[in-house]
């Protein structure tokens, strides 16, 4: 089943460390693959606080979204974001698509 990891940034910390976070993930996504659905695009907030940013990627199943964050490619970029912007991740298994009438 799809999975998803969601990254809500709620605000820009220190620049720099977010664009060194920004230099190192193409690592983590080169040693396993994902799809980016929306990534810190135009948004609005319907209900709750303001945010700075949302990104959504998608994986296989949650063992690959599991895999690629504890991956050594991303723990080595996470520092740089968590030094450069708060906010939060969530992982998010998605739901099977309902089948068609006959099939």
Do not use: N
Not at 24 to 45: C, I, N, S
Not at 51 to 65: H, Q, S, W
Not at 68 to 96: D, N, T
């Amino acid at each position: 089943m799809t999975a998803y990891v969601i990254f809500v940034r709620d605000a820009v910390t220190d620049p720099t460390a977010l664009e060194r976070y920004r230099e190192l993930t193409p690592a983590a996504r080169k040693a396993h693959p994902l799809e980016p659905l929306a990534f810190y695009g135009p948004h609005d907030v319907l209900e709750g606080d303001p945010v700075d940013g949302v990104a959504i990627l998608a994986f296989p199943d949650m063992a690959a979204a599991r895999a690629w964050y504890a991956s050594p490619e991303y723990q080595a970029a996470r520092p740089h974001r968590l030094q450069g912007s708060r906010g939060k991740i969530y992982l998010v298994e998605g739901v099977a698509a309902p089948s068609e009438p006959g099939t």
